[in-house]
């Protein structure tokens, strides 16, 4: 009975085995065995190559398909010629930029003989005037957030005291190890964490968002995640898709609102899979400095059991004062379930020197996934909480006796001036014929954007009359990013005005060209293959690291080294 039950099973598939093998003898019977081989190692090798192109899990198959296209099509000589001639265009006119400002030559060794302290003074004073002091007068967006004489007093002193400090010998230094765990608590506080709250200070906000999603990364390949994926706003910081690309992640962007520009909810839902390891808001975003509506982010993520990191590294020492300023806005810290970490930059509205951010989780666990052990070097245990070893104590010093200068009452009265002056840019703008402002606007960034002309002149016509603004794209945009230097008596009137004119002037002709800078953000933003638009971004970098420029040398440096000249 057993027997005839197998037969009845085993011989339809037999009887097919068969019938394919035949099959496969009669395709090959005219082929020669190094055909065979060759044409079996050949399909193999395609079907491989389809898989991984079908099947990556880093990028979505459109953008994967769109950069195959453009990197076969580049293969063309002609195209290669042209965008080779181009590219040399681009990297002459950007050093030429750069060099627009410098005086004297580069140094490119190491002088024979050293100055002394009165000359090296007087070589730092000579660099010190190649800077636009333009921030001064408050002509900057966002760059420099407070700028006080008094306070760069307080700083310069903090520095020679700890010049020489370093966080990662805390039993050499506990006096900055001190007052590192005490900027981390004051900060956990600020953002209403409660006891298990903690954090790290870092060295920017960037490095504050790549050690989160580190963590997140981490956290998900305990789960057996192999490239876990970030799902955050397409206007979330460019520093999560530097995450994604240094930490083998995937990121995928949601939309959002074109009228509210908050992240679309809805679609940040139909995004999740089994692979999200962290969901981002915003508070708020760079782009437009709108609040994405965190409480229904955390919602979500409370919901499916996923992390939820708000990034406030721009607005981190704003939101928290604004309603004892007078400014409420809705919940987007700790208060909110769901939220797990927040990135904040202290050195924005916090006003510490350059080169400081915290990183806060909701507890230790969280926390620990950020960290760095290696148990079996040589020289000993290493371990790390942050991305650097050694770390300049300086920072943190001028970090914690900023904060403790300026304590919570200072915070308030800053947030109060600035966002005072922010809806009274707002109120104003709103006014002018010919442009709008991106969404409601509720913290310190001010977008503005224009049905009726391209917004780029716009951007043209400021810089003309001394302003240093930020440009935008997707959509064509620019925005002031408004500081303590934009409270001064009579700035804002006098961005105001200077819009006005601006906008009165264009409007006369709307449909006129742009040129200028503007032309160039027009231009990188309408090509359709954006590793052009890389390696255009790559030439910039490249040129601010550049020695070659023909000027009058600085008797100094003749003197006492070599420089780089190169004939005009």
């Not at 507890?363 to 950020?370: M, P, S, V």
């Amino acid at each position: 009975m057993a027997g005839t039950w197998k037969d009845s099973f085993l011989s339809p598939i037999i009887g097919s085995l068969n019938g394919s093998k035949a099959l496969l003898n009669r395709l090959c019977a005219d082929l020669e065995p190094w055909q065979i081989v060759l044409y079996t190692g050949g399909t193999t090798l395609a079907v491989v190559y389809i898989k991984g192109f079908l099947f990556q899990d880093d990028s979505t198959l459109t953008e994967r398909t769109k950069r195959e296209f453009f990197r076969w099509l580049k293969k063309v000589p002609m195209v290669q010629r042209k965008i080779a001639e181009e590219m040399g265009k681009v990297n002459s006119s950007i050093e030429e930029t750069f060099n627009k400002t410098i005086t004297g030559d580069y140094l490119v060794k190491l002088p024979q003989k050293g100055l002394s302290d009165v000359e090296l003074m007087e070589e730092l004073c000579r660099y010190k005037n190649m800077a636009n002091n333009n921030w001064k007068n408050g002509h900057v967006s966002g760059t420099v957030y407070y700028g006080d004489e008094k306070l760069a007093e307080i700083m310069a002193k903090t520095f020679g005291m700890f010049a020489w400090s370093n966080p990662l010998h805390s039993d050499v230094f506990p006096d900055v190890r001190k007052m590192d765990a005490e900027v981390v608590r004051m900060c956990c506080n600020i953002f209403n964490g409660d006891e298990n709250a903690c954090g790290a200070l870092t060295s920017g906000g960037t490095e504050s968002i790549l050690l989160a999603m580190l963590a997140y990364r981490n956290l998900a390949r305990e789960r057996g995640i192999k490239i876990p994926e970030i799902i955050a706003p397409v206007t979330a910081h460019a520093a999560f898709d530097k995450a994604a690309s240094f930490f083998h992640m995937k990121i995928t962007h949601i939309p959002i609102d074109e009228k509210t520009r908050m992240v679309d909810v809805r679609a940040m839902r139909r995004a999740i899979n089994r692979k999200t390891c962290v969901l981002v808001a915003s508070a708020p975003q760079f782009p437009h400095g709108i609040i994405d509506p965190v409480e229904a982010v955390a919602k979500l993520g409370f919901e499916y059991g996923i992390p939820v990191h708000v990034d406030s590294c721009l607005g981190g020492f704003l939101l928290p004062f604004m309603e004892k300023a007078g400014f409420p806005i809705p919940p987007f810290d700790f208060r909110v379930p769901g939220v797990t970490s927040i990135s904040a930059d202290t050195h924005k509205y916090g006003f510490t020197p350059k080169g400081s951010s915290v990183i806060l989780y909701r507890n230790k666990d969280l926390r620990a996934k950020q960290f760095f052990v290696q148990t079996n070097w040589p020289g000993g245990i290493y371990a790390s909480p942050t991305i650097a070893g050694s770390r300049a104590g300086t920072s943190v010093a001028a970090c914690w006796a900023t904060m403790v200068y300026f304590g919570e009452d200072g915070y308030v009265e800053s947030t109060r001036k600035i966002i005072s002056t922010t809806r009274y840019i707002v109120q104003k703008l709103r006014l002018i014929k010919g442009i709008f402002i991106f969404g409601e606007p509720l913290v310190s960034v001010v977008a503005i954007g224009s049905n009726d002309f391209n917004v780029y002149r716009l951007f043209n016509g400021l810089v003309e009359k001394g302003w240093n603004l930020n440009a935008l794209q997707f959509p064509s945009s620019l925005h002031l990013c408004v500081t303590m230097l934009h409270t001064q008596q009579g700035v804002a009137d006098e961005f105001v005005n200077d819009v006005e004119e601006c906008v009165r002037e264009i409007m006369k002709n709307p449909s006129a060209d742009c040129g200028g800078a503007g032309a160039l953000y027009g231009m990188a933003q309408s090509i359709p293959d954006r590793s052009i638009v890389n390696e255009i971004a790559r030439a910039f970098i490249d040129a601010s690291y550049t020695t070659d420029k023909p000027a009058i040398c600085s008797s100094k440096h003749q003197a006492n080294g070599d420089t780089h000249k190169v004939s005009s």
